[in-house]
C-alpha cells in the first residue's frame, strides 16, 4: 500500500514566491527522501532526510521531518521555472536492513507549475 | 541518468503476448529495481533484486517476472501482457549503504 501522501497534489505560484509540499506517510522510516521528476524523465535525488534529523538544507531546498506526525515538508525558495516539475516523497521501513535494498515507497506527488 | 539505460523505451503490444522490458547499468551497483507509475498512484515496486540470481517480489508483482543473470542487466517480463499493465516502467539502481536509488529514463508501454 502507498506509504506517502503528498500534499497539494498540484501547485502553481509565480516564478520567485516559495513552495512548499507536504507528505505524510504511515509507518516508522529510516529516512525519507525527496525526488523530482520532469516530465517525461526519470526520477532525480533531492535531498535525504534521516529519522533522527528534523531539518536539512541543500541549495534552495529546505526540508522538515516531524517523527511524531509522520510528516515532512519540502521547500523551495525562489522558485524558477526550471522547477516546474513533479515531487515525490519516498520513504523506506524501520523494519528494513537499509541501504534502500528493499525498494522505496513513494507518494503520489506534487505537481508544481512556475508561472513566469 | 547515472549510467542506466531502459530498451525499448516505448512499445506497443497487443493482450496476451509477452514482452520483455531491459534494464542495463554501467554503475556496478548490486541493487536494482522495477517499479510502475501510473497516473493517481506515484511509483509502485514490482520486483527488486540484491544481486545476480538473487531478486524478490515487491508491492505490484503479480503478472510479472524477474531475471538477473549479470550484475549490469535486469529483465522484466510480462508473460501474458493485459491492459492493466498499460504503464511507464522505471528501473533504478542503489549501492548498499546508500539509500539513494538511481533512475533510468523509463519505458512507456502500452497494451491493446
Known amino acids: 500500500s502507498q506509504q506517502g501522501e503528498e500534499d497539494p497534489q498540484a501547485l502553481s505560484i509565480q516564478e520567485g514566491e516559495n513552495a512548499t509540499m507536504n507528505c505524510s506517510y504511515k509507518?516508522?522510516?529510516?529516512?525519507l527522501q525527496w525526488y523530482r521528476q520532469n516530465s517525461g524523465r526519470g526520477l532525480v535525488h533531492l535531498i535525504l532526510?534521516?529519522?533522527?534529523?528534523r531539518e536539512k538544507h541543500s541549495g534552495r531546498l529546505r526540508v522538515t521531518l516531524d517523527t511524531s506526525k509522520k510528516s515532512s515538508s519540502l521547500l523551495i525558495t525562489a522558485s524558477r521555472a526550471a522547477d516546474t516539475a513533479s515531487y515525490f516523497c519516498?520513504?523506506?521501513?524501520?523494519?528494513?536492513?537499509?541501504?534502500?535494498?528493499?525498494?522505496?515507497?513513494f507518494g503520489k506527488g506534487t505537481h508544481l507549475i512556475i508561472q513566469p | 541518468d547515472a549510467g542506466i539505460t531502459q530498451s525499448p523505451r516505448h512499445k506497443v503490444t497487443e493482450t496476451g503476448t509477452p514482452v520483455t522490458l531491459r534494464c542495463h547499468q554501467t554503475?556496478?551497483?548490486?541493487?536494482m529495481y522495477w517499479y510502475r507509475q501510473d497516473p493517481g498512484h506515484g511509483l509502485r515496486l514490482i520486483h527488486y533484486?540484491?544481486?545476480?540470481?538473487?531478486?524478490d517480489k515487491g508491492e505490484v508483482s503479480d503478472g510479472y517476472s524477474v531475471s538477473r543473470s549479470k550484475t549490469e542487466d535486469f529483465l522484466l517480463t510480462l508473460e501474458s501482457a493485459t491492459s492493466s499493465q498499460t504503464s511507464v516502467y522505471f528501473c533504478?539502481?542503489?549501492?548498499?549503504?546508500?539509500?539513494?536509488?538511481?533512475f533510468g529514463p523509463g519505458t512507456r508501454l502500452l497494451v491493446l
Open positions: 533504478a539502481i542503489s549501492a548498499p549503504g546508500e539509500e539513494t536509488q538511481y
Open positions: 509507518t516508522s522510516i529510516n529516512n
Open positions: 532526510i534521516r529519522s533522527n534529523e
Open positions: 519516498a520513504t523506506d521501513g524501520a523494519g528494513y536492513s537499509g541501504g534502500g535494498a528493499d525498494g522505496l515507497t
Open positions: 554503475e556496478n551497483h548490486r541493487y
Open positions: 533484486s540484491y544481486g545476480v540470481k538473487d531478486t
